[in-house]
Structures are given as structure tokens and as C-alpha cells.
DNA sequence: ACTGAAATTAATTCATC
DNA sequence: GATGAATTAATTTCAGT
């Protein structure tokens, strides 16, 4: 599925992508076609997602990171969908996910500073019930990266082997 | 600074770093050569720090999250460098943050599995010391994106302002 | 599956207004 | 500051092994 070179194609693109397809086959010990294939079909396949410029947080004046808990009475399939769907709305939520344990749902939020995040919660909880809600502040984003381990990625089935 | 139409070619950008530049000059009502400077300089500016390719977390078996509050008594600005330092050797952390409040430190960790968390866990208490760790797993990422939102950038006529 | 070259398209520079 | 053409460099296709 995913071999030795992907993996060494996607650690290059997931860090660069602005790199030319002849630099990352040279890098990886190909020519620039078998390479700009592989690239195309880990798209196709789905495993690149997308290309996207990445922006600094203080320059676009978003640099500081709400982690809000969120616990909720309502569980139903139907709930959670219209909560989703009120979440994807505002772009100040950056991550949401669905909690094992006691919070049901955590919320990253970026916002410019207290204030804002107090407007940005206002907003939100006009739009959807939520029983108990805790904010947590950043203070500083010390490491942020979109590049996932690639260390995790399953070994390539051995090829059978005629002969 | 950063005025309207350099707003909408960033959230382009955001989006999908792939379209061309004559293409985002058409959506935003400018020629290639202005728009392509236009970039140029936020990138040169820092406003745009990288483009990468982002992958996506099941194919690379990096699907679960797991939110790691750390409680350190240490809190001395050369104890912090070490551990950031740690830190950043684990491809697992991809998100790195220092808190207000109780909790001092959060990660945010990508791994196939508990089990391969419990490993990644050994590993990092075996190279810093933390009073109090206490992790909660997510379920399901609902929504993750690297879009900032840009309605918080100040358009800024004078020159000479930092970050 | 890969190579190397050709064809196509985009990025970048330049002359000009 | 912007435009449109010219140049350079990349992507994408194609013939051959």
C-alpha cells in the first residue's frame, strides 16, 4: 500500500509541498515520472488530503488557543449531527472532537484574546444548548504542526515471488 | 497591512494552495503579476510561514488523539526549554501548548492506538520528569482544518508594526 | 516500473503605462 | 500599483525499455 519511498515522498511534502516533483524523486532515488505517479495516486487514494498555505497565528491576529470542555445531557445521533453542523459554521473552532470519559466534546478555539473568545462563546451558546462548559487558555503554542508520524504506517505487503 | 484583497487571496490559500496564482488574481479582481507579488510579500511578511501537504490521519494510522495535561512542579524557564526540546523529538506530539490555570502543559498526541500511546507515554516519562499526567482520548476528530479565521486581521495603514 | 524527452501549463520577470 | 507579453521553470504526457 504505502512503501519505503511514499513514506519518504509524503515526510518531504507534508513538510514542504512547494518542492518540484524532479527534487523529491531525486531525493528519494527516482525520476520525475514514477515519482509524480506516486504522488497522483496517494492522492487519488486519498491519503493527501490537500495542499494548503499555512499561516502565522500572531500575523492574522489569532494567536491565542481556547481548549473548551464541553458536557452535554443530550447523546442523541441527531443532536450531535446539528451541534457539528453549528460548530463548522464559526472558523474560530480549528479542532473539535468527541471525548472518551467524563467531557463529551473538547473545542479548540482561536481567537485574538480573552475578550474575543468571551464574544465567540456568546455566539455559540445563543446557538446551541450545552449543559456545562470549561475554558481552558493557552498561553503560549509552543509546538504546532500539521505533519503526522508516519512511523505508524503498516509495512507493504510482501510481493509474491514467481520463479 | 494586510488589506481586503489580500484577505481573500489567504483564505484561498488556506483552502487549496494549488490554484494557480492567475486564477486567485481572477477571483479576486487583480492580474497575475500584482496578485503574485501580493503573495510574494506575505510570504516574505511571515504571514504565510509554509505550504504543506496535509495527509489524512486513518491512512497514515495516526487516527487517535490523545490530549495529555501536564502538571510539572519544575517551572523554570531553563527546565522548560529541555523539555520543549523533548518534546520536539516526538513526531507523536503535534500540538504542543503551555497553559493558564491548574494544568500547566497540554499536548496534543497522534497515535494509531492506546496501546501505541501507552508506548509513546513510557517513552516520554523516561526522558523528562512530570509530577501529574492525566490523558483523555478522543473518540472521533468532527472537524480539524489549519484555516485560521481572518476576521480578526487589523488592516493597518502605518508601516513599521511588528508581529 | 522506470527512463528520458516532448508537450503543456504555471511561475516569474520585464517593459510599459 | 497595475497590465500584458516574454521568459523561465515546473507539471504532465508519451514513446521506449
Given amino acids: 500500500m504505502i512503501d519505503r519511498i511514499d513514506r519518504r515522498i509524503l515526510s518531504i511534502l507534508q513538510e514542504d509541498s512547494t518542492v518540484p516533483v524532479a527534487e523529491i524523486g531525486r ?51 441527531d443532536w450531535l449531527r446539528k451541534f457539528a453542523d453549528v460548530i463548522r459554521e464559526f472558523p474560530e473552532v480549528v479542532e473539535f472532537y ?23 462563546y456568546k455566539r455559540l451558546i445563543a446557538k446551541v444548548n450545552i449543559a456545562d462548559v470549561s475554558t481552558s487558555f493557552a498561553m503560549e503554542q509552543i509546538k504546532y504542526t500539521t505533519e503526522l508520524p508516519l512511523s505508524y504506517i503498516v509495512a507493504e505487503k510482501p510481493k509474491a515471488n514467481m520463479s
Same sequence: chains 1, 2.
Wanted: net charge neutral; proline share 4%; charged share 30%.
Fill in 98 to 120: 468527541r471525548m472518551a470519559g467524563q467531557v463529551d466534546y473538547l473545542l479548540r478555539v482561536a481567537v485574538p484574546d480573552i475578550d474575543a473568545y468571551d464574544d465567540f
Fill in 27 to 77: 531525493r528519494v532515488g527516482l525520476s520525475t515520472t514514477p515519482c509524480w505517479r506516486r504522488i497522483q495516486k496517494m492522492e487519488e487514494d486519498g491519503v493527501i488530503t490537500r495542499r494548503v498555505a499555512v499561516l502565522d497565528p500572531k500575523k492574522v491576529n489569532a494567536k491565542v488557543t481556547a481548549f473548551v470542555a464541553i458536557t452535554t445531557n443530550e447523546h442523541t445521533d
